[in-house]
């Protein structure tokens, strides 16, 4: 009579299970909150807001709003942008350093920064 699984099998899956679940909660742990974002528009900075004071930003290119950003709760997203695709309205919202959303047709791009030092190097992170 041949078993498929045997005790030891199943001891290997479990402890597998375990490291995976230790490396994810690891992994997601050192992503750091950020403290605030930077707006750029065009490649040029537009401004910088702390995470933690609500409130919507309108984005003003040629002297017409184009986009606005809300941070609430600590995070920020895409409230309402012209743009034919509105693909920067359906992205998460971001609080994590480095996290980004992008309004490519009016080129504006939401980055979210922490002043603390990532304990992650550039290559891991």
Same mark, same amino acid.
């Given at each position: 009579? &041949?078993?498929?699984?045997?005790? &030891?099998?199943?001891? #290997? #899956?479990?402890?597998?299970a375990?490291?995976?679940?230790?490396?994810?909660?690891?992994?997601?742990?050192?992503?750091?909150?950020?403290?605030?974002? @930077? @707006?750029?528009?065009?490649?040029?900075?537009?401004?910088?807001?702390? #995470?933690?004071?609500?409130?919507? @930003?309108?984005?003003? @290119?040629?002297?017409?709003?184009? &986009?606005?950003v809300?941070?609430?709760?600590?995070?920020?997203?895409? #409230?309402?942008?012209?743009?034919?695709?509105?693909?920067?309205?359906?992205?998460?919202a971001?609080s994590?350093?480095?996290?980004?959303?992008?309004?490519?047709?009016?080129r504006?791009?939401?980055?979210?920064?922490?002043?603390?030092?990532?304990?992650?190097?550039?290559?891991?992170?």
């Open positions: 009579m &041949n078993r498929r699984f045997g005790k &030891n099998d199943i001891l #290997l #899956l479990g402890m597998l375990v490291v995976i679940l230790v490396f994810y909660v690891g992994m997601t742990s050192a992503l750091q909150s950020g403290d605030s974002i @930077i @707006i750029t528009v065009n490649g040029s900075e537009y401004g910088r807001y702390s #995470l933690t004071e609500n409130k919507e @930003i309108p984005i003003k @290119i040629d002297g017409k709003v184009t &986009n606005i809300t941070i609430e709760n600590g995070t920020a997203y895409m #409230l309402e942008a012209d743009c034919p695709d509105q693909l920067c309205m359906h992205q998460n971001i994590k350093d480095k996290e980004s959303i992008i309004c490519l047709p009016n504006v791009v939401v980055t979210v920064e922490s002043e603390q030092k990532n304990t992650l190097d550039d290559v891991a992170g």
